[in-house]
C-alpha cells in the first residue's frame, strides 16, 4: 500500500508534514532496528559535524527541512540528520535499486528496508520558492533519494552505490534533494560538479523537451556523466568506465541483478517484464522475500517516459499488476 501525502509551505512546515506522516513507523519499526543502532554510533563524530556544517552553509533550506523532519517525527534533529547521511557514513545502509535507463525513459524499482513494506508513501510538495515534485518518501527521510519528478520537469531516479571511501563532503541525500529544486538538467550537473560530494549516488535523469537520459555516477572521488544512446540497466553499483577502480561493496544481489538485467536488456526484453524479473531464485531483480541478503525489499516501481511535452508516468506496488497512479506532470489522473 502506497499513501498519497501532500506538503506545502516552507522548508520547516514540509519537513514537518512528513515527519508526522512518518512518525508512526519510525517509532514501530526504525527506532529498534539494526540499522538505525548501526548509524547513531556516528552521534558526535567529526564526520557528522563537518556534514552538518556544510548542509547549513550551503543548504540552509535543506537543513530547515530536517529540523521539521525531525519535529514531525518526535527525534532529535541530531539523530535525523545522522539517519539521512546514513550511506555517507555506512556502506551497507538498507538501500538498493534497479534502474533501466532509456532515451527519454527512466522506469525503476525502489529496494529499501522490509520493515517499511506498506508503509512508504508517494508525496506531493508544493514548496514556497522551489519547483513543486511528486516523490516516493520513506518515513524518516527527506525526498530525493528515490524516484521523482517536478514541476520543471525534471524526472530523476537514484541507486545505492556503497562505497568506501568517503570524503567529508555534503551527504548524497542532500545533494540529490538540492536538485530537486533545479530548473534544468544542466544545472542539476553543476550542482554535483560544483560542490564537496561524500557519498556515492547513480543517478538516472532526463527532462521534458530534451529526448535525453543520463545515467549519472557520482562520489567523493569522482563523477562521471553518460548519454544514454540505447537502453542500459543499472543495479546498485558503480559501473562507469570512470569510476571503474572506485572502491565498493558489490553484494551478491546487487551483481546477480545486474547480470540477469544485462541478459534481459540484450533479449528486448521490455522494461517493466525486466523489473518484475523472479528467475534467480536467491537473488531475484524483484525483491520481495523476508530474508532478502541485503535486507532489502522492492517498494515500488515507476515508469517515467519525458520526451514529450509533459511527464507522463505510473507508479505500481507491482511492475506486472495494475498501476497504483498514473500522472501527468505532478497530476493524477
Known amino acids: 500500500m502506497l499513501t498519497w501525502i501532500e506538503a506545502e509551505g516552507s522548508p520547516e512546515q514540509i519537513g514537518y508534514r512528513l515527519g508526522c506522516w512518518g512518525r508512526q513507523a519510525c517509532h514501530d519499526h526504525l527506532l529498534s532496528s539494526p ?14 559535524r563537518v556534514m552538518g556544517t556544510l548542509v547549513d552553509q550551503h543548504f540552509p533550506w535543506i537543513a530547515a527541512e530536517l529540523d521539521g523532519l525531525a519535529k ?3 527525534l532529535p534533529y541530531e539523530d535525523v540528520l545522522l539517519w539521512n547521511c546514513r550511506g555517507d557514513l555506512w556502506a551497507m545502509a538498507p538501500d538498493g535499486c534497479t534502474t533501466v535507463l532509456a532515451p527519454g525513459r527512466l522506469t525503476h524499482n525502489e529496494d529499501g528496508d522490509p520493515g517499511f513494506n506498506g508503509r512508504c508513501g508517494i508525496a506531493h510538495v508544493q514548496p514556497t520558492t522551489a519547483p513543486a515534485f511528486v516523490s516516493f518518501v520513506y518515513p524518516g527521510s527527506i525526498p530525493g533519494h528515490t524516484f521523482a519528478v517536478t514541476d520543471a520537469g525534471l524526472a530523476m531516479t537514484v ?10 563532503g555534503l551527504p548524497r541525500m542532500v545533494l540529490t534533494r538540492a536538485i530537486l529544486a533545479q530548473p534544468s538538467m544542466s544545472q542539476a550537473c553543476e550542482l554535483l560538479r560544483s560542490l564537496p560530494r561524500a557519498g556515492a549516488f547513480h543517478l538516472g535523469l532526463g527532462q521534458t523537451g530534451a529526448n535525453e537520459t543520463l545515467s549519472i555516477e557520482f562520489a567523493s572521488q569522482g563523477l562521471s556523466i553518460e548519454t544514454v544512446t540505447t537502453p542500459r540497466l543499472h543495479a546498485n553499483h558503480a559501473n562507469h568506465t570512470a569510476l571503474h577502480d572506485l572502491p ?3 553484494t ?11 541478459a534481459l536488456i540484450n533479449a528486448q526484453v521490455p522494461a517493466l517484464s525486466i523489473l518484475a524479473d523472479q528467475q534467480d531464485n536467491a537473488e531475484p531483480i524483484y525483491r520481495r522475500h523476508a530474508h532478502d541478503t ?3 525489499n522492492t517498494q515500488a516501481t515507476a515508469d517515467i517516459v ?3 511535452p509533459i511527464v507522463t508516468w505510473s507508479i505500481y506496488a507491482h511492475p506486472e499488476q495494475a498501476a497504483h497512479f498514473q500522472l501527468q506532470g505532478l497530476q493524477r489522473v
Not at 35 to 48: G, Q
Not at 159 to 168: D, I, K, S, T, Y
Request: charged share 25%; no cysteine.
Open 35 to 48: 540499522a538505525w543502532h548501526t548509524i547513531m554510533r556516528w552521534r558526535e563524530s567529526d564526520a557528522i
Open 72 to 74: 514531525g517525527l518526535g
Open 159 to 168: 541507486n545505492n552505490v556503497r562505497a568506501h571511501a568517503v570524503a567529508l
Open 248 to 250: 565498493q561493496t558489490i
Open 252 to 262: 551478491a544481489s546487487s551483481r546477480q541483478r545486474q547480470l540477469r538485467g544485462d
Open 294 to 296: 541485503d535486507n532489502e
Open 306 to 308: 519525458f520526451s514529450g
